[in-house]
């Protein structure tokens, strides 16, 4: 896959999480890499807001790049129009992928990138308003077969193009096999930052863990955290597990403790996975490490964990406090893409490919390369609602930069007035992030008294 320029091939991503930047980053370098093509130069770049992942976050979540800095949507798109890359990952939710897709449309690039988009996890919600902001990007990736299906169904429900499917998984499964170690015996409670919401369903949740340390005093006991109070993740951490720890009568068991870290090698030592519909579980099933899915909360939608019927791991915590230990369905397993088997070293062949043909394909000579980006949603099929969903972005309904954006972008700046500038930004960015994740849970809390 030759750059234009170059023996390496360009890309960008663009994320706006943590957990977004890890599977972006990793996305990209399995899909643009293989054993007969040039090597990749990766440029990251983190969406400004709510969710912009702390120096710690990426840190943990352990995926590099060659460059990596903050922008705001309107930067990006200059860096694109400025800049040639090969390719573009979209590391984002579905509205932010929309607006993006019509700001690159906008550009009118005579050699435009191939853009790539996909989901970071689980798809168990907003089925069709995420695939449907997702639509209009060269290849949507689908984690298993299984989404790939369900994708293109949606897809041909509207009369959308649905030849950008393509099936591949999840980029950051991997580790070794599953084997039992004598002596050791750890079971690890992987959190969720929103699942379940409530402070009662969560200190409801860690009650049971320390409950189950006590009843096993010879097994290590785990709770893996995503995020320190104060940090964001992908979706808002309104009752942090640390903070509900703090007041745990009688204190914490010596064989109970919270740890952080990344995931994969989490789970080197771990001997049960029990989540309430984590993606952890599906890299833990991908290791084929015991894996339990909570059903004390029952098996709903707005949980996730209908998503595992048929898997064979759900279970309820009086059932694991009784030596209860699920046995994954190997059939469920393969649909879902976790490839316990040893299939997954083939698991992106086909974006791969796919890729290869849209990277030639936009390298042909003159009259010819990458049709125009043609999203779904336009000005005609959704009038009241792609305005409205570009203008968040400070992008018009035609995807060009709104005037006030265009102004801030285009103004000189000289030294003097370019540090007032950031500094006064990062006091807002400051201030929005502390009025998100501290004040606005306060006033939801006492508006519930």
């Not at 170059?6 to 399995?30: E, M, Q």
Request: with cysteine; aromatic share 6%; net charge positive.
């Amino acid at each position: 896959m030759p750059s234009s320029t170059s023996g390496a091939v360009r890309v960008a991503v663009l994320a706006d999480s943590d957990t977004r930047w890890k599977w972006g980053a990793l996305t990209a370098r399995r899909i643009s890499t293989d054993s007969s093509h040039g090597s990749v130069e990766l440029s990251g770049f983190l969406l400004r807001g709510r969710a912009t992942p702390t120096a710690r976050q990426l840190d943990e979540v352990g995926a590099a790049a060659d460059a990596l800095r903050e922008v705001t949507g309107i930067g990006f798109l200059k860096e694109l129009r400025e800049g040639a890359y090969d390719v573009v990952v979209l590391a984002l939710v579905g509205g932010a992928v929309q607006a993006m897709l019509h700001g690159i449309a906008a550009l009118g690039l005579e050699k435009r990138p191939v853009v790539v988009t996909g989901y970071v996890g689980v798809v168990y919600e907003k089925l069709s308003d995420g695939l449907l902001l997702r639509h209009g990007a060269d290849i949507v990736l689908a984690n298993s077969r299984y989404d790939a299906q369900r994708f293109r169904g949606v897809y041909a429900g509207v009369g959308a193009d649905a030849s950008a499917v393509t099936e591949a998984a999840l980029p950051f499964l991997g580790g070794e096999r599953y084997r039992a170690e004598e002596g050791r015996d750890t079971l690890v409670f992987a959190a969720q930052p929103s699942v379940p919401a409530t402070r009662a369903d969560r200190a409801y949740l860690l009650r049971r863990l320390v409950e189950h340390a006590r009843l096993h005093p010879g097994r290590e006991v785990l709770l893996k955290l995503r995020s320190k109070p104060g940090e964001h993740t992908t979706h808002v951490e309104e009752f942090p597990y640390q903070r509900l720890a703090e007041k745990t009568p009688g204190g914490l068991p010596p064989n109970f403790r919270l740890v952080y870290g990344n995931m994969g090698e989490v789970l080197d030592r771990t001997d049960l996975l029990v989540t309430v519909s984590s993606t952890a579980a599906l890299e833990a099933l991908h290791r084929s490490v015991p894996t339990a899915i909570l059903t004390d909360f029952g098996i709903r939608e707005p949980l996730g964990n209908h998503h595992f019927l048929g898997s064979g791991c759900l279970a309820s915590w009086d059932q694991l406090d009784g030596g209860g230990r699920p046995r994954a369905d190997a059939v469920w397993a393969d649909r879902q893409g976790v490839a316990a088997d040893g299939t997954y070293a083939t698991a992106f062949d086909e974006a791969r490919a796919h890729l290869a043909k849209l990277l030639e394909t936009r390298s042909a000579g003159p009259g010819a390369g990458l049709p125009p980006l043609a999203p779904y949603y336009t000005a005609t099929t959704a009038p009241g609602y792609l305005p409205g969903l570009l203008a968040r972005y400070h992008l018009a309904a035609d995807g060009t930069a709104l005037a006030s954006s265009r102004t801030a972008r285009d103004e000189p700046a000289g030294g003097l007035r370019r540090v007032v500038r950031e500094a006064v930004r990062g006091a807002a960015r400051g201030a929005y992030r502390h009025g998100v994740q501290r004040v606005a849970p306060v006033i939801r809390r006492m508006g519930e008294l």
